[in-house]
């Protein structure tokens, strides 16, 4: 992300209509499409997370600052909320050229903060696919563990295991978060 003559840093704000496009460039094909955003139809169009909005809280997009240049690089949202209870997080998508570096951790860690902090949320939940070792890995990392285990069936006709997860705020480390 980084080379010796440029400055990079990474930063938070809620999702503009102008984001929309660079987000549907985060999946790579209908598979990938399917574990981002499990309701949509491939290929991802801005109409398609236009119509989430309604229905999602928080949308939140990451940006990766360049020499001065901002880009969309990741984006999540609560997926479902319930005030004063709980909250899920989800679309947690990544541009793809810039995976494995970090970007998902900051995200993740954005939300989670966002609803401890913000929100004074008692936990957070996530779904997550078996097939995505590395996000399962992320989040165990950050203190979410796996409480239930659903079957679904992929769009292609195959049986998949859908974790669902999460942390509370009593076991959130506040230590390691970042401002959201």
Excluded at 31 to 45: I, S
Excluded at 92 to 101: A, E, G, N, Q, Y
Excluded at 141 to 168: H, N, S, Y
């Amino acid at each position: 992300m980084s080379s010796a003559t440029s400055h990079t840093a990474l930063s938070n704000r809620p999702l503009a209509d102008a984001d929309i496009p660079a987000i549907c460039g985060f999946p790579r094909n209908a598979e990938e499409l399917y574990f981002l955003f499990p309701r949509a139809v491939w290929p991802l169009t801005p109409d398609q997370v236009r119509a989430t909005l309604g229905v999602r809280r928080d949308p939140t997009v990451v940006t990766l600052t360049v020499d001065g240049r901002e880009r969309v690089v990741g984006y999540a949202n609560y997926a479902t909320f319930e005030d004063g209870f709980t909250a899920s997080i989800g679309n947690v998508s990544v541009d793809p050229t810039l995976r494995r570096r970090g970007i998902a951790e900051y995200l993740v860690r954005t939300m989670i903060d966002r609803a401890f902090g913000r929100h004074h949320l008692p936990e957070l939940t996530l779904y997550c696919f078996n097939t995505n070792t590395p996000a399962l890995l992320l989040y165990a990392k950050l203190g979410m563990v796996p409480v239930a285990l659903e079957t679904r069936v992929t769009p292609w006709g195959e049986p998949i295991a859908l974790f669902k997860l999460r942390v509370g705020r009593a076991d959130w480390n506040a230590d390691s978060s970042i401002a959201a």
